[in-house]
């Protein structure tokens, strides 16, 4: 969770763990707190909270496909594309997630 300075709820990321794979299924910053560092805060903290008790984790997310300022933001921390897409409607609209990975070996220091 990411509080403000009156202790307010602003952000949180959540994820789950299955084996030495870690899928981060949330991530959310309130927009007007957007473009504050809160998101890469919360992102690093996480990361580095398993590698702290689990050092062959291997993370993946999935992200909608059009979520044009999610993609690079995720690449910035080494996840890449690996090609998986999942399909779905929603109130007859498609709705494509895309899946994004990072292996050990792509962590950096």
């Known amino acids: 969770m990411a509080y ?8 949180f990321i959540g994820y789950f763990a299955k084996n ?10 309130l ?13 690093k903290t ?3 909270a398993i590698l ?17 300022p999610a993609i690079p933001f995720y690449k910035k921390f080494g996840f890449v594309c690996n090609g998986e897409k999942s399909e779905e409607y929603y109130k007859d609209m498609q ?5 994004m990975i990072r292996k050990i070996s792509d962590l950096p220091s």
Request: hydrophobic content about 40%; proline content about 0%.
């Open 52 to 68: 702290g008790f689990n050092i062959n984790a291997n993370f993946c997310l999935w992200v909608l496909e059009d979520n044009a």
């Open 31 to 43: 927009s007007e707190y957007h473009g504050r560092g809160i998101g890469t805060k919360l992102m």
């Open 4 to 11: 403000d300075a009156n202790h307010e709820s602003v952000g």
């Open 46 to 48: 996480s990361l580095q």
């Open 95 to 99: 709705i494509v997630d895309i899946k």
């Open 20 to 29: 030495n794979s870690y899928e981060i299924t949330t991530l959310y910053v």
